[in-house]
């Protein structure tokens, strides 16, 4: 079978290789992957420093849909034949988070493979209204918009989201939202993709090249009350925006590092408002299961933009460093 891989940290230096299929072992399903969606966190890994202190060679990502095609001896969750997706963070079931947390293509191996064998515990069924390359991308980004405005977030219809940017995790949230009757205002500055985010049922949009303090927009918006659930994904100064367009008793989901992993913000508007700060880290495999019925209930089409075969990986990631509309999608087998 071919994968890729890495021998040493870096993107120039990723490899597509033939190796053997890996026979499942006890407890273990082997998967023939049909489909693995890509996020942000893989260019952190590949450009920065989130290799370094891994095992080599590494497989990278970490979201994947297939079927399972053997079962090792104990197996008891999954069948031949089964659609299943992998579990982000393999070894959190429900409740707070482990320590130390494992996810896939990290600190436990990554899918981009033709076949990979795992535990059946880091495996879900996958949805049954959608393909594998829709499927394929709801554990990582879809699960995280979930577990922000659904599992801990506890979002009710009528309630105002504030997502920032077009990418997979937030226009999850404008489909999420807009089904379970929310109102979603999204930023981006980019008018097209605007335009296009309305059409999935964001209610306004903000372009911030017009409104660098978009919080001012959000009150006019919500006639001053602001936003129930901010989704923060760009982090670094962003945090203090989101602070100010926050309402009385709202959410902030902190997120994403597209501005770094240091963030300042403005104590007060935070206690006046008794606001919540929330670190989301993706979600686990219960939430995931849920993500999956409200799907098949809500007829959730996910995002993607663009397809590639298996052998140009290294494109898709160029396509990622240029920002897609949602997600992008390696089509490991036809």
């Not at 129930?228 to 309402?247: C, K, P, Y």
Request: proline fraction near 7%.
């Amino acid at each position: 079978m071919k994968r890729w891989q890495l021998r040493q940290p870096g993107r120039a230096h990723l490899e597509l290789v033939d190796v053997a299929i890996p026979k499942p072992g006890p407890g273990e399903v082997l998967v023939r992957v049909s489909a693995v969606s890509l996020n942000y966190r893989e260019k952190l890994f590949l450009d920065g420093s989130g290799y370094l202190d891994m095992p080599l060679p590494l497989v990278p990502t970490s979201d994947m849909a297939g079927e399972v095609v053997a079962t090792g001896t104990g197996v008891r969750r999954f069948k031949e034949g089964a659609r299943v997706i992998a579990n982000f963070q393999t070894d959190w079931v429900e409740g707070p988070p482990p320590r130390p947390m494992r996810s896939l293509g990290g600190n436990a191996p990554g899918v981009l493979a033709e076949y990979v064998a795992m535990p059946e515990s880091w495996l879900v069924a996958s949805p049954t209204t959608l393909d594998d390359v829709r499927a394929s991308t709801l554990p990582c980004a879809g699960l995280t918009a979930w577990t922000a405005l659904l599992e801990l977030g506890g979002l009710r219809p009528g309630q105002t989201v504030v997502t920032q940017g077009t990418g997979g995790v937030s226009l999850f949230a404008v489909q999420l939202a807009s089904a379970m009757g929310a109102r979603v205002i999204v930023l981006s500055g980019d008018e097209g993709k605007l335009s296009r985010a309305r059409e999935l049922g964001a209610a306004h949009g903000i372009h911030r090249g017009h409104a660098p303090d978009w919080a001012k927009v959000v009150l006019e918006l919500t006639e001053g009350q602001g936003a129930d659930h901010i989704l923060e994904l760009v982090g670094g100064d962003n945090l203090a925006r989101s602070v100010n367009a926050l309402a009385p008793g709202g959410r902030i989901s902190l997120i994403g590092v597209l501005e770094g992993f240091e963030a300042r913000l403005p104590v007060f508007p935070l206690l006046q408002t008794q606001g919540h700060l929330q670190g989301i880290f993706v979600g686990h495999r219960r939430g995931l299961e849920n993500l999956v019925r409200a799907v098949d209930q809500l007829a959730i089409e996910p995002v993607v933009d663009a397809i590639y075969p298996l052998a140009e990986f290294p494109k898709a990631l160029e396509h990622l460093d240029r920002g897609p509309f949602g997600k992008l999608v390696i089509r490991v087998r036809p």
